[in-house]
């Protein structure tokens, strides 16, 4: 099942889509007892709890109807466990906050928030680009400039940190 979680998560959405609801649940606690912090199943799992067996973790992130703020405190825990996620999960979780900015492009915290991914990635140039699309819409958030400009110091990038300074004042 280690390396079958993905096939897992298909079984399950399989189960999801014949409306076979406990089969599903029982798949999704499976894909959870390894790897517990599996955001989309989390979600899965959640939704058919809740009665929302459609709705499944790729549909959620991708509506541009399901509002922001919720899909934020979805992701918020697997952020936080990303010091010690495995390159696997934090691929998943940056697919999901991409796909959170395609989806609500007019929204800077969808920015800031695949920024913050990408950065505790150890991605930083891809995180430089997300935290400026977010300033690009909102000039007013104090912590995304305090990301991108530890990020100029950290890539001792002086003329952009100097640039930056100045525009963030």
């Known amino acids: ?12 959405k399989f189960y999801e889509d014949i409306n076979n609801v406990n089969k599903a649940k029982s798949t999704y606690q499976k894909v959870l ?6 955001v989309a199943a989390q979600v899965a799992l959640n939704n058919l709890n809740s009665g929302r067996a459609q709705e499944t973790s790729e549909t959620m992130w991708g509506d541009p109807d399901m509002n922001i703020d ?3 405190s979805k992701i918020i825990p697997a952020i936080n466990g990303l010091s010690k996620a495995t390159e ?16 609500h492009p007019t929204e800077a915290k969808a920015f800031a928030v695949h920024g913050d991914v ?6 930083a140039n891809e995180a430089i680009l ?39 004042l």
């Open 118 to 123: 990408l950065n505790f990635s150890n991605r």
């Open 88 to 103: 696997d999960k934090r691929q998943q979780i940056i697919d999901i906050t991409e796909l959170i900015t395609e989806t």
């Open 130 to 168: 997300a935290y400026e699309g977010a300033l690009k819409l909102e000039k007013n958030i104090f912590s995304v400039w305090d990301q991108l400009l530890h990020l100029y110091q950290d890539q001792s990038k002086m003329k952009q940190l100097l640039d930056k300074s100045e525009e963030a």
């Open 33 to 38: 007892r390894i790897d517990p912090d599996n």
């Open 70 to 72: 919720i899909k934020i």
């Open 1 to 12: 099942w280690q390396q079958g979680i993905a096939t897992g998560q298909k079984v399950a």
